[in-house]
């Protein structure tokens, strides 16, 4: 039997800290931004206290923090960052260089809303900003999959060397506090090896890494042929499109070694008999439980279905959770500006040419820190439900949770 790690009471943050932290993260590269900024303060006093054998690194910007990261990474240590809104889009350029040089950094990304206007408070428009850089995006619903999630994170990089970008949303799990089982540091260990990096740093053994590709294969300087740049596209895209069974993989050992399975890309709950079923991701996903629970009680048979795995996008796995679904109504904290929420495009391009030809909804939620109240939720369901009764079955441009 595993030993059980004790229930400690903690805010997403320190969750976030204390999964680096069990990782045995070798290199921190810290950059101070709200919310996000107690995850490295809680890991410098680890280092400083002598419990965490790592380089803190206390850098200039965002992008050099995950410069660091990479910097580390190529020469074989386990490294980590965290990050929210802004500083999340300033490490757009090296978000595509580490996931380019395919390496296996894990990043917490504390969910912020983006400006203009300024804005300290959570939606989720800063990672589904950034879902094109090649990273795999893990989303919790809570302080507990956040510790569990970013050790997991660790095994699913350096498996497919592919990085991870683990998302809660800032202050709803960030700074609230939540009874967390914290395993103990040697099942972990058993969990979670040593990093054997792909890269290697040899003066004996001098190489090259990311060089100057050009668009057609070539020979190198001993004969062999090597890749073009479209080439190493595919191989990424590649890596991206069959990491879903590594991370059901890992889940599931997960589960076998801390009693916690996450032998899935979603979570779901109630979807036997649900021909309405609410989509959501992150924390809103456990608003969206309670408002089934109302709909529900009023006869309704809803179902949810929250989106853990955001990239790759789980598209066989949601195709089959809303098979029996005849309106789906998604609920996005981000906006695709002049089209609709991100999810909701993933959910539609997902079901296209499938046998499925239900209704879809879609309400943007939450912006900016707006509160999501589940009888919002409730309302939004009774709506979407009203109207297909008209036989209205298309919209062109998602409704709008707000008071305008």
């Known amino acids: ?98 996931a380019g040089a395919r390496l296996p950094v894990v990043l917490a990304c504390v969910n912020r809303a983006i400006g203009a206007p300024w804005n300290v408070l959570n939606d989720q428009q800063d990672s589904v900003s950034q879902r094109d850089t090649g990273w795999i995006q893990i989303y919790a619903r809570n302080n507990q999959e956040i510790l569990d999630s970013i050790i997991q994170a660790y095994k699913i990089a350096e498996s497919v060397y592919v990085p991870v970008m683990v998302c809660y949303d800032g202050f709803v799990l960030s700074h609230t506090e939540m009874p967390v089982n914290v395993p103990s540091q040697e099942d972990v260990d058993r969990f979670l090896p040593p990093y054997t990096p792909h890269t290697i740093l040899d003066p004996a053994n001098p190489r090259n890494y990311n060089l100057v590709t050009f668009a057609n294969p070539r020979v190198n300087a001993e004969g062999v042929l090597c890749h073009g740049y479209m080439e190493l596209r595919y191989l990424l895209q590649e890596a991206l499109q069959n990491s879903r069974e590594t991370i059901i993989k890992v889940g599931q050992e997960f589960g076998e070694v801390f009693g916690r399975s996450y032998s899935n890309t979603l979570w779901t709950d109630r979807l036997d008999d649900a021909d309405t079923i609410i989509v959501a991701m992150g924390s809103l996903v456990m608003e969206a439980t309670v408002a089934a629970d109302t709909l529900r009680e009023a006869g309704h048979k809803v179902g949810v279905l929250g989106l853990r795995v955001f990239r790759p996008f789980p598209k066989a796995d949601v195709v089959k959770a809303l098979e029996k679904s005849r309106l789906i109504v998604v609920f996005d904290k981000n906006i695709s500006y002049g089209l609709e929420g991100a999810t909701c495009s993933e959910i539609k391009s997902a079901l296209y040419g499938s046998s499925l030809r239900a209704a879809i909804r879609n309400f943007i939620v939450g912006l900016g820190g707006r509160d999501v109240k589940a009888r919002e939720l409730v309302d939004a369901v009774n709506r979407s439900l009203a109207s297909v009764k008209e036989g209205d079955l298309t919209r062109e441009y998602p409704e709008w949770i707000c008071a305008i």
């Open 1 to 98: 039997m595993a030993k059980r790690g004790g229930i400690r009471i903690l805010d997403g943050n320190h969750a976030a800290a204390q999964g680096a932290k069990l990782s045995r993260v070798q290199v921190i590269a810290a950059y101070p931004i709200t919310p996000q900024s107690p995850v490295t303060e809680r890991l410098s006093e680890f280092v400083e206290k002598g419990e965490l054998d790592a380089q803190y690194v206390a850098v200039e910007s965002e992008h050099s923090a995950l410069a660091v990261c990479t910097s580390a990474s190529t020469v074989g240590a386990r490294t980590f960052t965290a990050t929210s809104s802004h500083g999340l889009a300033y490490m757009h350029e090296m978000l595509h260089w580490a």
